[in-house]
């Protein structure tokens, strides 16, 4: 069965940076594209970007400090988010493309604080 | 980009139906059939509903359903349940070929 797998949690400083994780498994990893979300404390559902095949797009409130990567080699995808504030603690979610965001990791807890 | 437009909530008896709005722009909701439906509850992943704007994924109940008139999208659930108690949001695809969510709409089942 499909499975995306995320990273812990983490607990980072303000400036700092992070990345997050997303293993993927039970289907063709390259045949289908991944999507990364946040969701602040309370707060709505935030798209981050994605990797579209050989292109990847950034929401254009995180395009100038996020890192979207992938290794098809061990089927997983990175985020890496740079200059971290408060304003980044949220949970992290990876997400497979294809009928929607159809298959989602479980989340990965950031907190940034001093 | 500007996130969809919801109604921050809305509410419902067990039985009844409630439709949800999600508003966007020609260059996301109203250009594209790609808009999608998010079930969310408290300390769980989403999970997806609708997809391209009225197909159901194999599993979800058919109490479920979406469509779309010009820039709007709306989910609509029938029958209500206390199960369907969650947060709910909608996704479109745009033009500078990127996703956008709604803000979330709160259902609460009376």
């Known amino acids: 069965q499909v499975q995306l797998v995320q990273s812990g949690a983490e607990v980072k400083k303000p400036g700092a940076s992070v990345r997050v994780s997303c293993k993927a498994s039970g289907y063709t990893f390259s045949n289908y594209d991944i999507s990364w979300a946040r969701q602040a404390p309370g707060q709505g559902l935030e798209w981050i970007g994605w990797?579209?095949?050989?292109?990847?797009k950034y929401a254009p409130n995180f395009q100038d400090r996020v890192s979207l990567t992938k290794d098809t080699y061990t089927s997983t995808a990175y985020m890496e988010l740079r200059s971290l504030t408060s304003d980044d603690t949220a949970v992290y979610y990876c997400a497979r493309n294809g009928g929607g965001l159809h298959y989602w990791g479980q989340g990965s807890l950031v907190t940034v604080s001093s | 980009q500007s996130a969809l437009t919801q109604p921050a909530s809305v509410s419902g008896s067990p039985g009844q139906s409630i439709t949800i709005s999600c508003t966007g722009t020609s260059s996301d909701v109203g250009g594209y059939n790609y808009v999608s439906w998010y079930q969310q509850h408290p300390g769980k992943a989403p999970k997806v509903m609708i997809y391209d704007v009225n197909n159901r994924p194999s599993g979800v109940s058919d109490r479920f359903s979406g469509s779309k008139s010009g820039n709007t999208a709306s989910l609509t659930i029938s029958g209500l349940q206390a199960e369907d108690e969650a947060d709910y949001y909608c996704c479109s695809y745009t033009t500078s070929d990127t996703l956008v969510f709604g803000g979330g709409t709160k259902l609460t089942v009376l």
């Open positions: 990797t579209r095949g050989y292109n990847i």
